[in-house]
């Protein structure tokens, strides 16, 4: 597919890279491609960011179809501009545009598009330490209709934005509440799709943990209220005795790319890693006995995110005298070295943009 590029005549103001936070400015292009049920995907281009044009009665709006993804462009220290696993968030991307019933797209074209976007904007790419440039690619449903249907036409849509350093102030264990009450997903439903409406459902649980002075919530799962499922926006590990389990993929967990390679790393290093289910109460027992050594979450923003403390009912668990894990601490530091340069890529995870 030929991709068509318009580049910005009034480029915008670069923010500071010594404040830059999460989410709150963006680059100067994006990419946009749309479809319909007789062309199929076309149209696609690199155009200067702005508003789109949509129809109140957009399909997206009314019954949430909608799919997106979350990655990051990484500068090196030489000044190398690099994407950790790119091809890993287009597949799921199209796995969860299964799930909701939309088309899926090309995932090499849309890896070479987000490449060539990556290079436009490459000055956009930060360099100050732990910094880096987030990019969201997302697809709507944009049929002008109230009818509870399928959507027959959609866009697909890449914007990015200079985020900085997700550990301003180092990496710090965080504190886990664990709900009882309120339900994320269930296998057969959407819980593996990484689509909005499932997290619009953990809001309201996310609220209940902050109120209690908690970040984040441990979800289990939706229908035993029994087994451990993935922390807020993250997968979830556990460092029991010499055995690290994270929750198997049943349907119900969204497949983290750093989940993933989180599993690999920990092979390469020998490691016996279990995905398997794990129940509240073998955690709890775990806790009580002393072999509960570490707990972190894994995601995109945060990477590697230790956990220090965990309240399930009435009991709260310090976990590793609420600091960082031998293990906690060396997956951050593989998994940032590759991304940033630091240390070689034995994976070949890496894809070079310029």
């Not at 330490?129 to 002008?144: A, C, D, K, N, W």
């Not at 350093?165 to 709900?179: D, N």
């Not at 990477?303 to 220090?308: E, T």
Request: glycine letters at 10%; a negative charge; hydrophobic letters at 35%.
């Amino acid at each position: 597919m030929k991709l068509d590029i318009v580049k910005t005549t009034t480029p915008r103001q670069k923010p500071d890279e010594s404040n830059l936070g999460f989410g709150k400015y963006f680059t100067d292009h994006m990419f946009v491609m749309d479809y319909d049920v007789e062309q199929g995907w076309h149209d696609a281009k690199i155009i200067p960011f702005g508003p789109i044009e949509m129809s109140p009665a957009c399909n997206c709006l009314h019954y949430s179809q909608e799919v997106f993804e979350g990655l990051k462009a990484y500068r090196t220290d030489s000044g190398e501009i690099r994407l950790f696993r790119p091809s890993e968030n287009f597949k799921r991307m199209n796995l969860s545009s299964e799930r909701l019933s939309m088309p899926e797209f090309d995932e090499d074209f849309a890896l070479e598009a987000l490449k060539k976007l990556v290079e436009i904007d490459s000055d956009w790419v930060p360099s100050n330490e732990g910094t880096s440039l987030y990019i969201r690619p997302f697809v709507i449903g944009t049929e002008p209709s109230l009818g509870a249907h399928t959507s027959t036409h959609y866009k697909f849509i890449i914007i990015m934005s200079p985020s900085g350093a997700y550990y301003a102030g180092g990496l710090k264990p965080v504190r886990i509440y664990v709900e009882t009450k309120y339900v994320r997903a269930v296998p057969g439903g959407t819980g593996f799709a990484k689509t909005g409406g499932n997290y619009a459902a953990s809001m309201k649980a996310q609220d209940v943990a902050e109120e209690e002075g908690y970040s984040q919530v441990l979800w289990l799962d939706g229908v035993q209220r029994k087994y451990i499922t993935e922390v807020g926006a993250m997968n979830v590990f556990f460092k029991i005795g010499d055995e690290v389990i994270t929750p198997k993929l049943e349907g119900s967990i969204l497949g983290g790319v750093t989940r993933k390679s989180v599993v690999d790393i920990l092979k390469a290093w020998g490691m016996k890693v279990s995905e398997r289910s794990l129940s509240i109460e073998e955690l709890v027992e775990a806790y009580k006995s002393g072999n509960l050594k570490e707990a972190w979450g894994t995601g995109t923003a945060a990477v590697i995110s230790p956990i220090g403390e965990l309240k399930y009912e009435d009991l709260v668990m310090h976990i590793n005298k609420n600091e960082i894990g031998e293990v906690s601490q060396k997956l951050y530091d593989t998994l940032t070295g590759i991304q940033w340069g630091k240390i070689e890529d034995k994976f070949k995870w890496i894809v070079k943009v310029k």
